[in-house]
């Protein structure tokens, strides 16, 4: 039995299917360690996993990357695939993950993910596991009732969380081996209706000094210091306070980036809120690893999504075709050129409950900014759910 709210259950799966890995539901932020591939060996994969049938891994060494995580967004055959630069003839299955369950890479060779441990109240809860890609072995990192979205910090020490028992939810942030310590009181949940500037995000700032909680259910946005867990930033909540959505912390300094129903904002801890980017309206932000491009899905007035690249150094703006969306980028570690991964999204089906009138087909491709050449990485229904290096 769920803990969680039945409103925000009913709808966490739809709105993780339609944001794509670096979407307003991304529980990463910020960049991870980038070497070249070939620059030092990683460690093997353990040879346990299950070969995966039916799929060939993308060429991911050209790309700078060393290890994919694809995840079938076929209902029919929902699986958790790694593919290995250095063996990408030879794609392996990772079990107990469910797609829908925030799999993404905590260290090169550690995945982290969360799981129902299937009790029933008292004993049920959700829990933050960690799978060791060297051996196969899985280790507990915190237990919660609803536990729901999850942030890793980049140094592996700790982990940021909301939880959800249905009358309230709170914040939290844990030190690996240590208590969890609550960031805030009980918030008190009420009905909500879902719409396209939902956001559930936990992300921690490239250096981990901060973290950031996005919730537009219980219509928060704060930010913590990680040292003591107190507040240095909280927006307006409450209906008189409008909506913050959609947030993207900066790769090279602890500046994230925000919408409001006026436009995009920005956030620094020296001078605070800013004015960015007034009546824009976007979805799922992304940030090259040098913070040059901010990569953002939007629409036309017929609701045709296509992604828009703007160029914070040069100013210069561009568009992909329609029919694409914002999932990540990187940075090829042999011709330095910035690449941005795009989802392929389609009309929103009919028997689907989509908060915007559009979804992805479960196909990735890449988009070269400097270029615009853009071409497949994966085809449907596997989409790259996380990378390493994840730049």
């Not at 107990?96 to 060779?109: H, K, M, N």
Request: aromatic fraction near 8%; include cysteine.
């Amino acid at each position: 039995m769920r803990l969680v709210s039945p409103s925000k259950l009913a709808v966490l799966v739809v709105l993780l299917f339609t944001a794509g890995c670096a979407g307003p539901l991304a529980s990463g932020g910020g960049p991870r360690p980038t070497n070249p591939v070939g620059s030092e060996r990683p460690a093997t994969i353990w040879t346990g996993f299950s070969p995966a049938s039916g799929l060939t891994c993308p060429d991911i060494g050209p790309l700078g990357l060393r290890r994919v995580l694809l995840t079938s967004r076929d209902s029919q055959h929902p699986a958790v695939v790694l593919c290995d630069a250095r063996d990408v003839k030879h794609p392996r299955t990772l079990p107990g993950i469910d797609p829908a369950r925030l799999p993404t890479f905590v260290a090169e060779s550690t995945v982290g993910y969360t799981v129902d441990n299937g009790a029933s109240i008292p004993d049920w809860a959700e829990r933050a596991v960690t799978l060791d890609l060297t051996n196969g072995a899985t280790d507990t990192v915190a237990t919660t009732p609803g536990l729901m979205i999850l942030g890793w910090s980049h140094n592996q020490k700790m982990v940021a969380y909301m939880n959800d028992t249905a009358i309230s939810e709170r914040f939290w942030l844990q030190r690996i081996g240590a208590a969890a310590a609550a960031l805030t009181p009980p918030i008190p949940v009420k009905s909500h209706r879902v719409g396209e500037a939902d956001a559930l995000t936990v992300m921690f700032s490239s250096d981990d000094r901060y973290v950031l909680f996005v919730d537009t259910w219980v219509q928060r946005l704060q930010v913590f210091n990680t040292s003591d867990g107190s507040i240095v930033y909280e927006a307006p909540s409450g209906d008189a306070g409008g909506l913050r959505t959609m947030a993207v912390w900066a790769h090279k300094t602890d500046r994230f980036y925000f919408r409001e129903a006026a436009g995009i904002f920005s956030w620094n801890p020296t001078s605070g809120v800013s004015s960015f980017a007034p009546g824009l309206q976007w979805r799922s932000p992304v940030l090259s690893p040098d913070d040059r491009y901010l990569a953002f899905t939007t629409t036309d007035r017929s609701g045709t999504p296509r992604v828009e690249i703007r160029d914070l150094v040069g100013g210069v703006a561009s568009r992909s075709p329609t029919w694409r969306g914002t999932d990540g980028f990187i940075r090829s570690g042999f011709t330095g050129n910035t690449t941005l991964l795009e989802l392929e999204l389609e009309p929103c089906h009919a028997d689907s409950q989509c908060p915007v009138s559009f979804m992805p087909t479960g196909k990735t491709l890449t988009l070269q900014v400097d270029s615009g050449a853009e071409k497949p990485l994966t085809p449907a229904p596997w989409l790259v759910d996380d990378y390493w290096p994840h730049a």
